[in-house]
């Protein structure tokens, strides 16, 4: 999957404007949804009801007196689609104070320990681009002892996702036969064209990401209106099965999304890893690629999807999330020491076999 464009600035027309600039951010952000997100058809597919809610929220739009009331408006219009990735944000919007709210809890850190002498335990708060660099370093560092217990337990609960670069170091660890990974498409529409073209303009964009950029532009142009994919349906396949670790489990909540979904999905696709949780993950990996549109009223922006995971519409995870495994029912219990309990006991069952990969 293409890197994600959230840290590219893709601006139309972002002129500060009067809170009447309602109706035109509607308006722009209809365009951009309509004619550019992935996930457009597959979604609108009760179009009574979505015709009412457009027909609400124009209304609604028109007669804004605050910008509050308008983000509140247009918000209801996006969560129809029911998308974590497709999303508003409005960065002059006040945050209502919460007495009651707890204080956030500590930031994790990117760590691996070895408890005793049988487990390893990796955290990964998240798969941002900045990690690739730091975890890679790590898991060569430490390679020689990942390789010599025979426990892992991968700790990715509270993981935002980011790109699927950063964790490819992991995936020797866990390999065991040849697998398919989550592969996308991209649909071919003017915005999504001229968002690619605008983002290969990005200075200091790496040459090999700028021409990645323009080859998929180029196979748009000459694909309008379809679906165009940029990898092959290729097997993932590595030198060889390390012998250790023999069990591992991955730990997952709602917060486990976007790429972090995608690597639960790539390590299940092993014969010797489980998925430990209490809950399913968040669901937020069907559509992705994300393109920023600011809106009219420069204070509002939009985040697009363009592409589409070719497991659709056999397999959608989207708002439903991956069901672990091993579920763990005690509320009260530390998931880390049920994730050992479990690898370490002979009565286990064997992880669920993966699903059938593509050939």
């Known amino acids: 999957m293409l890197t ?184 071919s529409a003017e915005v999504n064209i001229a968002g690619l073209r605008a983002f290969a303009e990005t200075p200091g964009l790496p040459a090999a990401l700028r021409r990645a950029m323009l080859q998929l532009v180029d196979s748009m142009v000459a694909h309008p209106g379809q679906f165009v994919r940029t990898e092959p349906d290729s097997m993932l396949r590595f030198d060889g099965v390390h012998p250790l670790p023999r069990r591992v489990a991955v730990l997952v909540d709602r917060a486990c999304v976007s790429a972090c979904e995608l690597f639960v999905l790539d390590a299940r696709a092993s014969a010797k890893v489980a998925v430990v949780g209490r809950t399913n993950t968040g669901g937020v990996l069907d559509y992705g690629n994300l393109r920023p549109v600011d809106l009219p009223s420069g204070r509002r922006r939009l ?29 009260a219990a530390d998931l880390v020491d049920a994730a050992r309990a479990w690898l370490a006991s002979p009565t286990a069952p064997p992880p669920s076999p993966p699903a059938p990969s593509r050939p």
């Open 303 to 331: 985040f697009v999807p363009m592409a589409r995971s070719r497991r659709l519409p056999a397999r959608p995870f989207d708002v439903v999330g991956i069901a672990p495994d091993v579920l763990v029912r005690d509320p």
């Open 4 to 187: 994600t464009l959230l840290t590219a600035a893709l601006i139309v027309g972002a002129i500060p404007a009067p809170d009447s600039a309602c109706r035109a951010d509607f308006a722009v952000m209809r365009a951009q949804v309509s004619g550019g997100y992935a996930g457009f058809d597959a979604k609108t597919g009760e179009a009574a009801r979505f015709r009412e809610l457009t027909d609400s929220v124009a209304r609604a739009a028109a007669a804004a007196e605050a910008p509050d009331a308008c983000t509140q408006a247009l918000t209801a219009w996006v969560a129809f689609f029911a998308d974590r990735h497709l999303s508003l944000t409005d960065r002059l919007a006040h945050a209502s104070p919460d007495a009651t709210r707890e204080a956030p809890a500590p930031p994790r850190r990117l760590s691996v320990r070895f408890p005793d002498d049988s487990t390893a335990i990796l955290t990964i708060p998240s798969f941002g681009a900045n990690v690739k660099r730091v975890l890679d370093s790590l898991v060569a560092a430490e390679w020689p002892r990942l390789t010599a217990r025979p426990y892992a337990i991968i700790d990715v609960r509270a993981n935002g996702g980011g790109g699927v670069s950063s964790y490819a170091a992991l995936l020797p660890l866990l390999y065991t036969a040849p697998f398919a990974p989550d592969r996308f498409e991209t649909r």
